[in-house]
């Protein structure tokens, strides 16, 4: 609505000879005027004129373009100031440079890239300015519509009034404006083309020239016939200018261009049943299933023209579309002979690549760059092999590549330029013919040994990024190849190692194969396979001495393994047609479990280690020479423990389910790590692993075995497993709180009380603070039952017995059990912060009782007093109208400190 108020009170405006008048006056002032306030002043004042009038800025065009086109060298750089601040614009008024008229840009352009008086370092910012600003503003617009039959007949019957010229006249006058924009946008390629060839003009204008042409290639993608072979030989010319700059422009240009100019694939449209070897799931399960097992890796796939390709990795994970569009294997592509809209102006490509000094000399002037991965180059490689459908568009391909990566000069430069054009090359040969693809293995599986050989630690980096843009979006059969040769290469490197000393250094090129397999993460869920024959040989090197092997297989392990869910519909609940799903076929995609069972089996092994080595009941002498004896393996156990703890806190950041019934198995033996861990760093993040773990959430079926598993650890004879049964138990329930039932909640109140009770100190204190997290949190409800049941356990007698010298002491037992009862009194009273429950005036009365109790009792009902009065100190004045005078009376003698009366 208010643009068409806009358009009725301004349509019907029109310039008259006092404004073309003022618009002169306002435009010679803002250019010569020898006063900065004035040429200032001139210029706000035009652009508010000319915003008010349509097309308005035509008026004060050719006195731009009469300026620029000056060939007196008396210039002075205010006036080129007082130009340039014109074209730029301002708040109100855009950049000329970026006017949606083919007249104005077609006028304008050639005019300021020619002009000669740009050499002043302040005319050179502001020109930098203006063509940054203009580049984020510019937006491509049609040069040619094409109007349907149908547009046309009813535009016939919408304008049939008399007033206006004949329907056909009005289309052959818009036909004819079409064919004038189309003249304009080939004379401005033409006045660009000469420009950036001018070798008489600075750079800066060439380089501007150039970088414009790329904002005319969408108006040849509308109208083929302005590609023409000079715009591409201009381009292709300029990669190997020695400006730096022109190369990059041309590289993003000559991308472009190639992306326009391939042929479309071919799409089919098939129906989801079509594609799959197996009946359809008819239930939503995500993860691996029947249907989805064909569109997986296998070493073994050869139905390589035959095959449906789904590139999307989100196909079939979760479910299938209805109907699916598959392009085909083969694409049309450009040759030598080829005729078409653009076979004249893609021969200056074939041309040049093929042309060795063409190749030498631009291979020399990559080496020069810079050592990071550029995408750039890559899409432009990739789309140069894709394009011409052959390996030969690009001369002595393969001894170039060889070069490239034996080069012990550049390395860096050298490796980044040869991972470029390899990672272009396995993308662009997507649509390979057979043939073309046999040679193409054969030749880069000589030149991956090469790769492998000659990797160093500064071009790691450079060749990871290769193969995760070269399998990035692709479907793991079509990269059979290459997983294949990754996959014998890891197994050649897993041998070397099994050969080598355990305290021996693997060589750099062992450990350098293995970084190169994180590469593979962009496969996601599709690679189950590769995995699955490999994951116990990676389990067996966790333990290895070196850090780096370490890390590089847990990072692995973890790619294995984190695509495995079990949410949704269960495996053994879900509906196939003819009852397909079998157990041997779940096991045999499953990795988790089989990773899981291999770190249960060595986990206990190391446990078992640690407790035979400092068991009591041998001589200290026989348990040091055992621990001699036993000091490489006591190593690689501790090494294994690290290695499990950074995969599971990668794997709760990467899995799509971090909770499942596999991963609870090894709960109770994260208990038990605390004794094996020596260094500081594992301690904490197993502490953070348990406290961390619980916040996701869990399946409803996974809370009876989790529960089973705490009462499990909270009865082992070892404290440290009964407190970490307690950091567990803290976190569960306060962040999957819905999906327990009462049932759930009573036993896991049985475990709170019993350990509350524990005879060991550290689990009673740590049951004090869980208690008081879950009745906080209103998990477990305060009621008569459990307050008159920690009333009953404070007032057991503490019976005094006689030790082994016969001295008479407490008995710990009934210590133990009257602490529990006190300190549950003080968890409920801690569960209430901010408040004063009805019940609470008279426990506080009871704790008050207690502090001439023995050690610990007694610290514990003052921390809880003295806490109590802390956190509800900003509202005492309210709070304490819940207590009587009595009760206040004895809150204030325990709370005040003993030094008062001092």
Known sequence: MLQYEFRCFHLHLSLNDLDFKVINILTNLSINSFYQIVRDEARNQLFELIGQYQYSSLTILPNIIRFLNKTDKKITIEQLEGCLLLLKGNNLQNSMLIKQNWFILGKLWPSLFKCKYFEHDMIQKLLDKIYFSANLSFNSFNNQIKLSDRTISLAYELSALEIYASDELRLKLFNQKCSFENSIISKLIEDLINIASDNSLSSKSQEISLFSLIFLLDSCKKNPKLLTPELTELFTKSLINENRNFRRISIDALCVLLKMTKYKKIITEYKVEELLKEPLVNCYTPGYRMDNECHLYDYNFNDWENAKYLDKSYWGYYSWPAKIQVPSNQRLIHSEEMSGEYSEALKPILKYFKNKNFIQKFIKLNQLESEKFDKKKFYFFKALFRNFGTCDIFVDLYENLTYLISDTKTIESSHKLAAEIISGLIRGSKYYALDELKKLWNKLNELFDLIVEKITSDTLEIWTDCFSNSFEDQDPRRMTFYLNYLKDGLNRVLNELSCLDTRTKPSFKLTNFLQLLTSLSQFEWKIPNFWNDII?????????????????????????????????????????????????????????????????????????????????????????????????????????????????????????????????????????????????????????????????????????????????????????????????MRNFPLYNIFIFNETDKIELKEILLNLICDENLNVRLSACVTLTYLLHSNFFSIDNNLIEHFKSLSQIELNKIKDENEKTVLNQLSVAKRHGGVLGLCSIVNASPHEIPIYLPQIITYLADFTDDPEPIKDSVKKCLNDFKRTHFDNWNEHKQAFSDEQLSVLSDITIASSYYA
């Open 536 to 728: 116990q040989r990676l389990t067996d090197f966790m333990g290895h001495t070196n850090k780096l092997v370490r890390e590089i297989i847990y990072s692995c392990a973890v790619l294995s393994t984190s695509n495995e869910v079990t949410y949704g519909k269960n495996f053994k609940d879900a509906s196939y047609k003819n009852n397909l799903l079998t157990k041997n076929y779940k096991s045999r995609t499953k990795n988790l479990s089989t990773f899981i069972d291999i770190v249960e089996t060595k986990l206990n092994k190391c446990v078992e280690l640690y407790e035979h080595i400092h068991d009591e009941s041998l001589s200290a002498e026989y348990r040091k020479e055992l621990q001699r004896s036993k000091i490489d393996e006591l190593i690689s156990n501790s090494n294994f423990v690290q290695t499990i703890l950074n995969w599971f806190i990668l794997y709760l950041t990467k899995c799509l389910e971090p909770f499942s019934l596999e991963t609870l198995r090894l709960f109770p033996l994260l208990s038990k790590l605390d004794k094996i861990t020596s260094d500081e760093t594992s301690k904490s993040k197993l502490v953070a692993l348990r406290m961390y773990l619980p916040i996701w959430s869990m399946d409803q079926n996974c809370i009876q075995p989790l529960i089973e598993i705490i009462k499990q650890v909270s009865e082992s004879k070892y404290w440290r497993s009964k407190q970490a049964s307690l950091q567990m």
